[in-house]
């Protein structure tokens, strides 16, 4: 039977020993992963057991305990400001950059709700139309009809048809008969006649304004033909009254492809989903010690899977004059119960780090304060 390559005591640094030497460079996880490989071998037994590992193998365990702390608290870090980083390029590197929340995912979902409201922004530019409108003639198909500037065009959704009585305002004031409220003598009985060579007119209340104007729009509600129109499957228009002369009628439209199109933005290199946000390996001389911490105690149950992986291969050893049986399901169960364990344990520590969990606490703080204060006797003055 071959020999069990066993840990030899101690060890020195070497980047050939590191699978992926993300950090060989720093300094600080050098010294680490010496200390850290004795450290792993000690609380194994040695020296008073064997340790079927190496330094390649306790390597190993230490770097992929920082990979793993790093991954867990960037994907936490992605998750918890996906809104603010999406459509950022993937130029920059987020690592240890302070990420400052901002409306920027809400305005991307509020632009679908303003392509809808009159004036109230979107992410299309709305297209401007035509029709050559005939005397005698309301109904009109859009995409076929002669004159129409989007005629024989795929599906559209039209916006606005500038189709409409004019304003009341309009003939509400009168740049040569005045108001047409009826009151221009009354100038002259005030002795305000001779001011002006032009029109006179006598400033009224705004209330009186807005009664004659809605007075003008109910007359021509009841005694005229009402302007009004029907837009059917965003194509065909049918124009009231029946118009008496051919003239040009504008519209805004958009076409159905753009304004159902999935992709708003076709730049390249853009945050899109969790994959490529900017996040590369943690800078290990950065991270304080209670990480650090946490990543021994991840090696520790990384090196404890390795020996029990080894182990389980031997299973059965000789020694002199018997064999013994190396307890490899211990060890296999214990590194899976800790590394689950340690991954909750930071998990639940990163949860209490969201912007909710910390107004919560705020929250909390300020009423056990409010409620001490109140606790406290007040002073009595005597004047």
């Known amino acids: 039977m071959a020999k069990i390559p066993i840990w030899p005591g101690s060890s020195s640094f070497d980047a050939s020993l590191t699978p992926f030497s ?4 720093d300094t600080t996880f050098q010294n680490d992963a010496v200390t850290t490989a004795d450290w792993c071998a000690k609380r194994l037994g040695y020296p008073l057991v064997d340790i079927e590992l190496q330094s390649a193998n306790f390597f190993t365990c230490f770097e992929e305990a920082i990979n793993e702390y790093g991954a867990q608290l960037y994907n936490f870090q992605i998750i918890n400001n996906f809104n603010t980083l999406a459509g950022n390029t993937t130029g920059s590197d987020y690592n240890n950059q302070l990420i400052t929340p901002n409306m920027g995912g809400v305005i991307n979902v509020s632009n679908q709700y303003g392509n809808e409201t009159d004036g109230g922004g979107g992410d299309y530019k709305l297209l401007s139309g035509s029709l050559i409108v005939k005397q005698n003639q309301a109904k009109y198909d859009l995409l076929t009809a002669v004159g129409s500037t989007i005629s024989g065009s795929e599906s559209v959704f039209i916006k606005r048809i500038y189709h409409s009585s004019p304003a009341a305002i309009n003939r509400y004031f009168d740049p040569y008969a005045g108001t047409g409220t009826g009151i221009q003598s ?6 305000f006649g001779n001011y002006s060579p032009g029109v006179n007119f006598m400033l009224m ?3 009186f304004d807005l009664q004659k ?8 509600t009841i005694r005229k033909s009402g302007y009004h129109f029907t837009v059917e499957d965003d194509r065909y228009l049918k124009l009231f009254p029946i118009p008496t002369r051919t003239y040009k009628l504008w519209f805004e439209y958009q076409l159905k492809s753009v304004a159902n199109a999935p992709v708003k933005d076709t730049s390249t290199s853009l945050i899109t989903d969790v994959s490529n946000v900017p996040y590369s390996n943690p800078t290990y001389a950065y991270i304080n010690e209670p990480g650090r911490q946490w990543i021994r105690r991840y090696a520790l149950a990384l090196a404890k899977e390795m020996l029990g992986s080894v182990r389980g291969k031997y299973q059965v050893v000789p020694i002199p004059g018997d064999t013994t049986t190396l307890d490899y399901n211990r060890l296999l169960l214990e590194a899976k119960e800790e590394k689950l364990k340690l991954i909750e344990e930071l998990k639940e520590l990163l949860e209490q780090t969201t912007t909710l969990k910390q107004l919560e606490r705020k929250n909390q703080e300020a009423q056990q304060t409010q409620e001490t204060y109140f606790k406290i006797p007040y002073h009595i003055y005597i004047g």
């Open 205 to 207: 209340p705004l209330s």
């Open 186 to 191: 009354l100038m002259q009985s005030f002795g």
């Open 22 to 25: 993300f950090y060989d460079s």
């Open 213 to 220: 104007i809605q007075a003008i729009e109910l007359n021509d």
